[in-house]
C-alpha cells in the first residue's frame, strides 16, 4: 500500500484545512489509518486515527478542533482541522496499519507511511 498525503499549506490561526491521504496499491479498508504530525525538534506525535470500523481517536490536543473520516470506495481518509492555532502547524503524515493494536499512536505500530505534507499556522 502507498500513501499520498497532501492538502497543507498556510493558514491563520482560527482558519482551517483539510487534509487527504490517498491509498493505492491497496485497499485501506481493513487498515488503521492514522495522522501523525511532527514540528522542528520535536517527536512525530499521534494526532487522530480511525479503525477500519469507523471508531475515531484524537489526541487530547485536537479534541473537538480536528475531525477524520474516512471513504473507502475514494480510498482517501481526510484530517478536517478546524480552529487551528500555530502550536499545530507542523508536518503531518498519514499512515496505515494492519495489527495497529493498543499503541494508535505509536508510529511503530503502523507499516505504511506517505510523505509529509506541511501545515503552517500563522498567528
Known amino acids: 500500500v502507498q500513501l499520498q498525503a497532501s492538502g497543507g499549506g498556510l493558514v491563520q490561526a482560527g482558519g482551517s484545512l483539510r487534509l487527504s491521504c490517498e491509498g493505492s496499491g491497496g485497499t485501506l479498508d481493513s487498515l488503521t489509518i492514522a495522522w501523525f504530525r511532527q514540528a522542528p525538534g520535536k517527536e512525530r506525535g499521534g494526532v487522530s486515527c480511525?479503525?477500519?470500523?469507523?471508531?475515531?481517536f484524537y489526541a487530547d490536543s485536537v479534541k473537538g478542533r480536528f475531525t477524520i473520516f474516512r471513504d473507502n470506495a475514494k480510498k482517501k481518509v481526510y484530517l478536517q482541522m478546524n480552529n487551528l492555532k500555530p502550536e499545530d502547524a507542523a508536518v503531518y503524515y498519514c499512515?496505515?496499519?494492519?495489527?495497529?493494536?493498543?499503541?494508535?499512536?505509536?508510529?511503530?505500530?503502523?507499516?505504511?507511511w506517505g510523505q509529509g505534507t506541511q501545515v503552517t499556522v500563522s498567528s
Open positions: 480511525i479503525g477500519s470500523g469507523g471508531s475515531t
Open positions: 499512515a496505515a496499519g494492519s495489527r495497529v493494536g493498543v499503541r494508535l499512536f505509536h508510529p511503530r505500530s503502523y507499516e505504511y
